[in-house]
Nanobody, 125 residues
Framework: QVHLVESGGGSVQAGGSLRLSCAASGWTWRIACLGWFRQAPGKEREGVAA????????YYADSVKGRFTISQDNAKNTRYLQMNNLEPEDTAMYYCAASRALCTGSWYDLDFPYWGQGTQVTVSS
């Protein structure tokens, strides 16, 4: 099993920054693709960013390109989502999720069997 724990959410004003962390434990060798998703009330879940854990390739949704950066520290089994220039539309619950499949351009359609509990991000105008 893979256990994921997110942290770093909070409330900020528009234009502010937050860094989310996703710490993995357990069978971490199973993680090939680590993705960040978000879901706002009344909206569908959206894939935000992903990273290929072995090679480091990254993928971003158009809505966050240039503002969000996904990175990782494999020694700590931790992935990060640096979010800059936050907008009220970024308000959502953010989840990290792990897939055993390799990241691709359509990474958000992969099977993600492992999920964290989520961390709330609230951006006020």
């Amino acid at each position: 099993q893979v256990h994921l724990v997110e942290s770093g959410g909070g409330s900020v004003q528009a234009g502010g920054s937050l860094r989310l962390s996703c710490a993995a434990s357990g069978w971490t060798w199973r993680i090939a693709c680590l993705g960040w998703f978000r879901q706002a009330p009344g909206k569908e879940r959206e894939g935000v960013a992903a990273i290929y854990t072995a090679g480091g390739a990254t993928y971003y949704a158009d809505s966050v390109k240039g503002r969000f950066t996904i990175s990782q520290d494999n020694a700590k089994n931790t992935r990060y989502l640096q979010m800059n220039n936050l907008e009220p539309e970024d308000t959502a619950m953010y989840y990290c999720a792990a897939s055993r499949a390799l990241c691709t351009g359509s990474w958000y359609d992969l099977d993600f069997p492992y999920w964290g509990q989520g961390t709330q991000v609230t951006v006020s105008s």
